[in-house]
């Protein structure tokens, strides 16, 4: 059977590298990085999200700074906030919860955001510096880097391999076909993208080394897809019911993964492979602004 990917012990490592880090930089310039979380209006889970980052961001010796704001909230003062943080020197990275209220033009408050604090990598100018490649990366969007992430500590060749991504959206398919399709380490793969207007699904899967799967579908990938040996990454998160002892949501991912493991070489789990190295990630973005601006 397959070797099991852990994301939740990947990131337990990622995070004790950057816990380090933070450490040294207080040391060396009196003090850690910045983050603030924007969040407008009430949401449930947008208050649950903010929560576990800016739990993480703490736990990691971060300058954190939640900023909430009443759900009417005009305009014109959530872009003169974002300007606010802009424009404040310990702020390395700002981040502004999704979903926002219909009467704002998301996009617009969006690109408000200086690109150089911008540490989700959502930023056309983040978008066009992921395309450039090389060192003009500087915030890999966070999935997608924990994607990476989960591929190379767990020893997967990628030169040279077959990689196909299924999905093909703005925050998972797009940027981490283009990542693996970069030069340099973790990377130098030969990439196909396929999606809902893929003629033969099953015989593009057969072919790849690494299987990164977004699709949002439960069980879309048949066992029978998986090359024997193939590094199978499975980026869904479905609820399929709910327990009925814990009243938690049932989580599946797009991969058939008890009939898959059998096949697969190595394999994510769903929850606990790619869930848990975004925030991780968003972590190590903002670790990274934090230097960039000290020195
Ligand atoms: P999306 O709905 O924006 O995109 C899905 C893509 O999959 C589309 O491009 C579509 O063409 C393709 N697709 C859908 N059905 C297909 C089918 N039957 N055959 C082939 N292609 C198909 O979704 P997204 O935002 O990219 O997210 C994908 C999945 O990953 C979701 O389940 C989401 O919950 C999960 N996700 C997890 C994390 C995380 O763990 N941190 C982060 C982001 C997304």
Not at 84 to 103: E, M, S
Not at 243 to 252: C, F, Q, R, Y
Request: glycine letters at 10%; hydrophobic letters at 40%.
């Amino acid at each position: 059977t397959a070797e099991l990917i852990s994301g939740t012990q990947i990131r337990k490592e990622i995070l004790a590298e950057l816990a380090e880090e933070v450490r040294k930089m207080k040391a060396k310039h009196g003090r850690g990085p910045g983050l603030v979380t924007i969040l407008v209006g009430e949401n449930p889970a947008s208050i649950s999200y903010v929560t576990l980052k800016i739990k993480t961001a703490e736990e990691l010796g971060f300058h954190e700074v939640q900023d909430s704001q009443p759900v009417d909230i005009s305009e014109a003062d959530l872009l003169a906030l974002i300007d606010k943080y802009n424009n404040d020197p310990t702020i390395d990275g700002i981040l502004v919860q999704l979903p926002i209220p219909k009467h704002i033009d998301e996009k617009k408050v969006l690109n408000a955001i200086d690109p150089d604090k911008d540490v989700d990598g959502f930023h056309p100018v983040n978008v066009g510096r992921l395309m450039i490649g090389g060192s003009e990366v500087k915030y890999p969007p966070c999935t997608p880097a924990g994607i990476q992430e989960l591929i190379v500590r767990s020893g997967t060749e990628t030169s040279g391999a077959e990689v196909v991504v299924v999905g093909r959206s703005n925050i998972v398919g797009k940027p981490i076909a283009m990542m693996m399709a970069q030069k340099g380490p973790g990377a130098n793969s030969t990439v196909t993208i396929v999606h809902t207007r893929t003629k033969d699904l099953a015989a593009h899967c057969k072919r790849a080394d690494i299987l990164i799967v977004a699709a949002g579908v439960p069980d879309l990938v048949k066992p029978e897809w998986i090359k024997p040996g193939a590094t199978v990454i499975d980026v869904g998160v479905n609820r399929v019911g709910v327990n009925e002892t814990t009243g938690k949501a049932i989580l599946k991912g797009d991969v058939d993964f008890e009939e898959a493991k059998k096949i697969a070489g190595k394999i994510t789990p769903v929850p606990g492979g790619v869930g848990p190295m975004t925030i991780a990630m968003l972590m190590k973005n903002t670790v990274k602004s934090a230097w960039l601006r000290l020195e």
